[in-house]
C-alpha cells in the first residue's frame, strides 16, 4: 500500500476503535438496571484491542524510525 492508502485505512481503523468506545459504553449503561451481557463485551473490547494494535502497526510505517 502507498502512503495515502495506509492513512485512509487509519483513519478508518480510529472510527472504528472510536465507535467500539461507545457500543461498550452503551452496553455498559443499559446494563446499569439490570442483565449486562459481559460476554459482548468482551468480545467488543477484545476487537477494540485487535485494532489499536493494526493502528500501531499502521502508523509505525508511517512514521519513520530516527536514528540518533
Known sequence: M???ELRKRLESLKSEHRDLDVAIAALS????GGYVDQLQIARLKKRKLQLKD???????N???????
Open 2 to 4: 502507498n502512503e495515502q
Open 29 to 32: 449503561d443499559a446494563g446499569e
Open 54 to 60: 493494526r493502528i500501531a502497526a499502521i502508523e509505525d
Open 62 to 68: 508511517l512514521i519513520p524510525d530516527i536514528i540518533a
